[in-house]
């Protein structure tokens, strides 16, 4: 059973547009969120947060919404550059097990010039 | 500051032996994650390591054990490889108890052949 999924495996945008990517949860339990960007050979960097406290974290170009009821996480990209093309993966932690992150597939982005 | 290293970068064993993976965390960091990743299987979690004690397990076989020291630097190691051990091994490390960022390695390459 998956717990975190990321139902779309490639998303491709025009740079300046808007880029958003989707992940959907089924435990209950997790009460963090967290997305990584991976380019390759190399390990994933963390990206951006939200606590299930809330339900939007900004910091710049980089927006995560929250929706607990539908056990939905959106990542917002606005607007997008040709370096945010990248693999990017949602995570999901609960508290009691924070150094345990469930990862979803990912979903590659690329950003066309 | 330096960020997450891993030893070796990249490994070929043969079935039936063993292997070691190095991990030196952020300095300052305390808690060390190990994760497997596969193209079918995605991220799994290995284990986690706080103050040189073992806080989580994932579901792998006992083959598959680790250590953190007193310095929080890690190993795993892997014992009578089969061919299904062939992954990208990352390692992650945070500040400490109920930190949810992971900050990853590039990861070690293991080809089991």
């Known amino acids: 059973d998956q717990q975190v999924k990321q139902n779309s495996p490639s998303l491709s945008v025009q740079e300046g547009r808007i880029s958003i990517l989707n992940c959907d949860y089924t435990?209950?339990?997790?009460?963090?969120f967290l997305w990584y960007k991976k380019y390759p050979a190399e390990g994933p960097t963390f990206l951006i947060s939200?606590?299930?406290?809330?339900d939007k974290n900004e910091d710049g170009r980089f927006t995560v919404f929250l929706n607990k009821s539908a056990k939905h996480l959106s990542l917002h990209i606005v607007p997008s550059q040709p370096g945010d093309s990248a693999v990017y993966f949602c995570a999901a932690s609960a508290y009691v097990n924070a150094g345990k992150s469930t990862f979803g597939d990912g979903t590659t982005l690329t950003v066309k010039p | 500051k330096a960020g997450v290293t891993q030893t070796p970068r990249y490994l070929i064993k043969t079935r039936g032996q063993q292997v070691t993976l190095s991990c030196s965390p952020i300095s300052g960091h305390r808690s060390v994650s190990w994760y497997q990743q596969t193209p079918g299987q995605g991220f799994q979690f290995l284990f986690e390591?706080?103050?040189?004690?073992?806080?989580n397990k994932g579901n792998f076989p006992g083959r598959f054990s680790g250590r953190q020291f007193s310095n929080s630097r890690s190993e795993m190691n892997v014992s009578t490889l089969e061919l299904g051990d062939s992954a990208l091994y990352l390692c992650?490390?945070?500040f400490g108890r109920g930190d949810y960022e992971q900050y990853f390695g590039p990861g070690t390459r293991l080809t089991v052949t």
């Open positions: 992650a490390s945070s």
């Open positions: 435990n209950s339990m997790f009460d963090y």
């Open positions: 390591y706080f103050s040189e004690t073992q806080r």
């Open positions: 939200i606590s299930s406290i809330k």
